[in-house]
Every structure is written in structure tokens, then in C-alpha cells.
T-cell receptor, first 110, second 111 residues
Framework: GQNIDQPTEMTATEGAIVQINCTYQTSGFNGLFWYQQHAGEAPTFLSY????GLEEKGRFSSFLSRSKGYSYLLLKELQMKDSASYLC???????????FGGGTRVLVKP | DVKVTQSSRYLVKRTGEKVFLECVQDMDHENMFWYRQDPGLGLRLIYF???????EKGDIPEGYSVSREKKERFSLILESASTNQTSMYLCASSFGPDTQYFGPGTRLTVL
């Protein structure tokens, strides 16, 4: 089976940095996705990590440690529009499936 | 531009009714998926399909079936809707082992 944990909710101030952690225990692992989902909208792709290390994409970065079963999404220079849920998902090639964590709702305050 | 569409944004049905949720993608993707999303539980995979007329059970297939007669269309069927199937239903598609693109979702309420 698969177990994916991330915090339920986080609050941060506009302009600050927030780090969303995701830990996983899976029987197979081929990569980790992060998606952003605004209320009432579809999830949209943010990042995909296959190898250990940090991937930076503008204000967003994602980190993966396969040996520790750990990833984080780092949001820098927070803007009000970053208020959304952030979904961590483990990709398993056998079966071509994604398994999602419960999502972290981030609230950015002025 | 990538596009996944779902037939309805909001749907209200009665217990025992047969419900069809339609999903269409215009990207010629091989893979299509149906999820449901509930507060605190995240997205859970119901069924997926690798190709036309092929289907595989996901993590929570009970009470659902699917149909894929054409590559671009993947339908989710609730044979006899129940109140515990009230949820947000999301369809997604992907090309091979790659990023999944999601539709806008259908919020289904079963009374």
C-alpha cells in the first residue's frame, strides 16, 4: 500500500516563504509530482522530481530525497494568488498511477 | 493548448438513479483517469484506461463502472447512485508516463 502525508493547512504572509512537506511510504516509486489547485478549479501541474535534489522553477522549488521518502515544495515571495491547495502525488510506473496525499491548503495573508 | 472537458460542472441526482459523467480530451492522449476528491481524503483513483476498450480498477472502484469506446472519451457510470457518492469527480488524461492534465471537475450531489 501507499501512505502519503502532508500538513492540512498552512498560513503565511504576503512576501514570505512557505515550505510544504510531503512524506511517503510506498511499495514502488518512480517520481513525485506537485500540483496546485485553486478552490473550485482543476489541479494544475507544478513540478515533477525523479532524482534526488532541488528543482527550481521561478518562485517555486521542489526537493526530493528518495532515501528518506521526503519531498518539499518551497514557495518564495508569496503572493495573494498563491492561496490554494497544494497536492503531493507519488508516481508508480507499474500501473502508470498517481497516488495523492490529502493536500495542503495555503492561505496567504496581506 | 491542452484541454480536458467534463460534461457538467454541477449535477444533482436522486438515490438509485443511473448517472453518467462524460470526459473528453483533445490531446490524443492514451491514458485517461477518473478520480473523486473529498475533503481531507485528497484525490482517490476510481478507474483508469490505457487504451480504447481497456480499463483498470483504481483504488476505490466499488459502485462505479467505466466505458471507453473512443480514444478521446472516457465515461464514468454510477449504476445506482447512493448518497455516499456525493463528491467532486475529476477526469484527467496523460500521454504515456507523463504529467496528467485535469478537467474542471463535476460536483455531484446525490439526494
Amino acid at each position: 500500500g501507499q501512505n502519503i502525508d502532508q500538513p492540512t493547512e498552512m498560513t503565511a504572509t504576503e512576501g514570505a516563504i512557505v515550505q510544504i512537506n510531503c512524506t511517503y511510504q510506498t511499495s514502488g516509486f518512480n517520481g513525485l509530482f506537485w500540483y496546485q489547485q485553486h478552490a473550485g478549479e482543476a489541479p494544475t501541474f507544478l513540478s515533477y522530481n525523479v532524482l534526488d535534489g532541488l528543482e527550481e522553477k521561478g518562485r517555486f522549488s521542489s526537493f526530493l530525497s528518495r532515501s528518506k521518502g521526503y519531498s518539499y515544495l518551497l514557495l518564495k515571495e508569496l503572493q495573494m494568488k498563491d492561496s490554494a491547495s497544494y497536492l503531493c502525488a507519488v508516481y508508480k510506473a507499474a500501473g502508470n498511477k498517481l497516488t495523492f496525499g490529502g493536500g495542503t491548503r495555503v492561505l496567504v495573508k496581506p | 493548448d491542452v484541454k480536458v472537458t467534463q460534461s457538467s460542472r454541477y449535477l444533482v441526482k436522486r438515490t438509485g438513479e443511473k448517472v453518467f459523467l462524460e470526459c473528453v480530451q483533445d490531446m490524443d492522449h492514451e491514458n485517461m483517469f477518473w478520480y473523486r476528491q473529498d475533503p481531507g481524503l485528497g484525490l482517490r483513483l476510481i478507474y483508469f484506461s490505457y487504451d480504447v476498450k481497456m480499463k483498470e480498477k483504481g483504488d476505490i472502484p466499488e459502485g462505479y463502472s467505466v466505458s471507453r469506446e473512443k480514444k478521446e472519451r472516457f465515461s464514468l457510470i454510477l449504476e445506482s447512485a447512493s448518497t455516499n457518492q456525493t463528491s467532486m469527480y475529476l477526469c484527467a488524461s496523460s500521454f504515456g508516463p507523463d504529467t496528467q492534465y485535469f478537467g474542471p471537475g463535476t460536483r455531484l450531489t446525490v439526494l
